[in-house]
Antibody, heavy 118, light 111 residues
């Protein structure tokens, strides 16, 4: 069965950095695009970033562009989100989700909480 | 900046029918926006329900259906169950540099 397990969340000071990971299993990871989606406490879902199956194309929300970098290691079945210059408004649960063509998401991880606070 | 709008809250009686909608600030929602619908219960990750306007995932209960209605994407629940009480989010695909935008969510209360 498909499993997505996020890790790497925690408390970080404003301006700091954090790298999230998403370990995938139960499907051919190298054949699918992957998303990061976040949810601030008590708020709705916000799409953050997408990477194609082979890493050839990456897309970002305006709110994170230039600060966050999505990447993947298909040999390790792992998706990453490098987050730099973190702000208080980046505080959220971060989910990874498997892409489902066309233009959809089907499976989601349980999320990892990132708190940006001094 | 593209905005996707949903009803903030709706209430339905058990066994009843309710329709949630999803509008785009850019104009009418068409199948080319590949509307998706997700359900999220408190403390849980979102769960995918509908993709490409009306297609169900293998786990989607039959009482959920998706459509286009009056220039919006729509999610209809027929024969609502108490366990359907949740937040529902739509997702539209715009392509380009910032392809995906979520709606603000609809809190569905079953009462």
């Amino acid at each position: 069965q498909v499993q997505l397990v996020e890790s790497g969340g925690g408390v970080v000071q404003p301006g700091g950095s954090l790298r999230l990971s998403c370990a995938a299993s139960g499907f051919t990871f190298s054949s699918y695009g992957m998303h990061w989606v976040r949810q601030a406490p008590g708020k709705g879902l916000e799409w953050v970033a997408f990477i194609r199956y082979d890493g050839s194309n990456k897309y970002y929300a305006d709110s994170v562009k230039g600060r966050f970098t999505i990447s993947r290691d298909n040999s390790k079945n792992t998706l990453y989100l490098q987050m730099n210059s973190l702000r208080a408004e980046d505080t959220a649960v971060y989910y990874c989700a498997k892409d489902h063509r066309p233009a959809a998401m089907n499976y989601w991880g349980q999320g990892t909480l990132v708190t940006v606070s001094s | 900046q593209t905005v996707v709008t949903q009803e903030p809250s709706l209430t339905v009686s058990p066994g009843g029918t309710v329709t949630l909608t999803c509008a785009s600030s850019t104009g009418a929602v068409t199948s080319g926006y590949y509307p998706n619908w997700f359900q999220q219960k408190p403390g849980q990750a979102p769960r995918a329900l509908i993709y490409s306007t009306s297609n169900k995932h293998s786990w989607t209960p039959a009482r959920f259906s998706g459509s286009l209605l009056g220039g919006k994407a729509a999610l209809t629940l027929s024969g609502v169950q108490p366990e359907d009480e949740a937040e529902y989010y739509c997702l539209l695909y715009y392509g380009g540099a910032h392809p995906w935008v979520f709606g603000g969510g609809t809190k569905l209360t079953v009462l």
